[in-house]
């Protein structure tokens, strides 16, 4: 019998479950972090929802811990890196509001087309304004869907019942795929121009954040409305109210801000936008999944079996050569992504020198992860990374070979013409040294411009002066050329992010073939 501490409330099943698996559950509300670092040493097991923060301290008090799991989806109050050196498992409930996140986006959709709160509360105030709220139909109308991940697909499956026609943004998923669930994949620029309404199913990352901004706005077909149950900020709340002011764009419906509560917002002030305060996930059915879901993965966890929904795989995993490669593999695997900006068919995972001679899945998997979650909504874990990519329609190959020109190990991704490699230095300090076949050394840094160009005198100034009229500091820069000498690539090391009016006065310039900026990788 194991004690399982819980912090925080999660459903009565998910409780009686286990205490029918034999467990102690120890059930302790509103603890101050004093109490929690007193409660903590002990339990094998913590449960959490948002509240309670699993920090370094934490997992250092709870020495006996083997599993952390929480009653949800997001993970941003979990230090996933510090458990996995102390080789604590990190679980969560990714699926359990899928089905309730997709319904709140249809429920958001029909309020937005039929003015429901609006004429709600013009009636509650005793005004009957039945010509003020005329609405609009979905039957025959076109769904833009922005990412079709396992929510993205459910919102599709149910437009379709209501006759819309359906088109998507997500360059991380075959034509194929798409196909099979009736929607056509378009580029972004064609989704807005063409869609009556819009619904926004991706990560917050640095390249998704304000990604529907004016400019895109501004280009949108006349009379679109706009829905986001996803996250907060990959709108630009401040573009959106300009857009719908200006009457670029019908309306929006919103669960989902930048902050949260979303305090003076100018969307609040416009009788065109519907919000709710992040009820995506406020079902019944939710919670109870959430709860049952996070007891199960620490009931598996707890009997030494196969946890499904793992984030993380303790360091004990990998033997002592494999596991520092470990974070670097996942690091590479989201720079591949972020310098692809879409999924190729298949994706080649290589390993040179030492490693080739060691078991390198866990590696394998790595990448995988950082790939993908880059590319879905939808948490993604060393456990479900193969078969999310299976759905997305690409294969995975692994190369090894025991000799390596200029490392003694080397990591590297391939696919679609794109290729990041890399490598770990001294004091297992990881380095990028190989960009689509350029050769570079340069540590990972949060802020990153690649530039490919014509191997000729001028292209550093160039590149320079544009940054310094921008005001933007560049911290490093590496210089790579390929093979024949006939092109060269610039990655800079920057203290903030590259606006995109400075990477379109790039790609306009001459002697440039690419300019791609770089976050979170």
Do not use: C
Not at 148 to 166: E, H, I, K, N, W
Not at 411 to 431: H, K
Request: net charge negative; glycine share 10%.
């Amino acid at each position: 019998m194991a004690r399982v501490l819980v912090t925080e409330e999660i459903a009565q099943p998910g409780l009686d479950l286990l205490a029918e698996a034999g467990h102690h559950v120890d059930v302790r509300l509103g603890l101050s972090k004093g109490d929690l670092l007193q409660a903590v040493p002990g339990a094998a097991a913590l449960i959490i929802r948002s509240a309670t923060n699993v920090d370094d301290e934490l997992l250092a008090a709870g020495r006996d811990l083997q599993v952390v799991g929480r009653a949800g989806i997001g993970l941003d109050n979990v230090d996933i890196s510090a458990a996995t050196r102390r080789g604590v498992i990190v679980v969560n409930a990714p699926q359990s509001n899928i089905l309730s996140a997709a319904e709140h986006t249809i429920a958001l959709l029909l309020a937005q087309a039929r003015n429901i709160p609006q004429a709600h509360a013009a009636l509650k105030a005793g005004r009957w304004e039945r010509s003020r709220w005329e609405g609009v139909e979905l039957h025959g109308k076109t769904l833009g869907i922005v990412g079709l991940g396992r929510v993205g697909a459910l919102v599709a499956q149910r437009a379709l019942a209501f006759g819309m026609r359906l088109i998507a943004f997500d360059p991380y998923l075959a034509t194929e795929r798409a196909r099979a669930m009736g929607v056509e994949l378009v580029t972004l620029d064609d989704l807005v121009r063409q869609a009556d309404f819009l619904t926004v199913h991706i990560p917050k990352t640095p390249e998704t954040a304000g990604l529907i901004g004016e400019e895109l706005l501004a280009n949108a077909k006349p009379g679109l409305r706009l829905v986001n149950a996803a996250r907060g900020g990959i709108v630009d709340e401040t573009a959106l109210a300009k857009a719908i002011a200006l009457g670029w764009i019908a309306g929006a419906a919103l669960d989902v801000f930048a902050a949260e509560p979303p305090g003076s917002s100018a969307l609040l002030d416009l009788e065109q936008v519907v919000v709710t305060p992040h009820l995506g996930a406020s079902t019944r059915e939710a919670q109870d999944k959430a709860g049952v879901a996070i007891a199960e993965q620490v009931v598996l966890a707890l009997d030494g079996d196969l946890v499904p929904f793992a984030v993380n795989l303790p360091a004990t995993e990998a033997d002592d050569v494999v596991r520092p490669f470990v974070p670097l593999a996942e690091r590479l695997g989201r720079l591949f992504a972020a310098l692809a900006r879409e999924l190729p068919a298949v994706l080649e995972v290589g390993y040179q020198g030492a490693l080739a001679d060691h078991d390198t899945r866990l590696l394998t998997l790595a990448a995988q992860k950082g790939l993908l979650t880059v590319a879905t909504e939808e948490p993604v874990s060393y456990v479900n990374a193969p078969q999310l990519a299976i759905e997305r329609g690409l294969e995975v190959r692994t190369t090894t070979a025991s000799a390596s020109h200029e490392y003694v190990n080397l990591v590297s991704i391939r696919g679609g013409g794109r290729a990041v490699g890399g490598t770990l230095f001294a004091r297992d300090e990881p380095r990028i040294v190989l960009l689509d076949e350029h050769e570079i050394e340069l540590p990972f840094a949060p802020y990153l411009l690649v530039v490919r160009n014509d191997n000729r005198v001028g292209m550093v100034a160039l590149v320079g002066s544009a940054l310094a009229r921008a005001g933007i500091n560049i911290v490093d820069l590496h210089l790579g050329r390929s093979a024949d000498s006939r092109t060269a690539i610039m990655v800079i090391s920057l203290d903030e992010p590259v606006p995109q009016q400075v990477l379109s006065e790039l790609a306009g310039a001459p002697g440039i073939l690419e300019a791609v900026a770089l976050a979170g990788v």
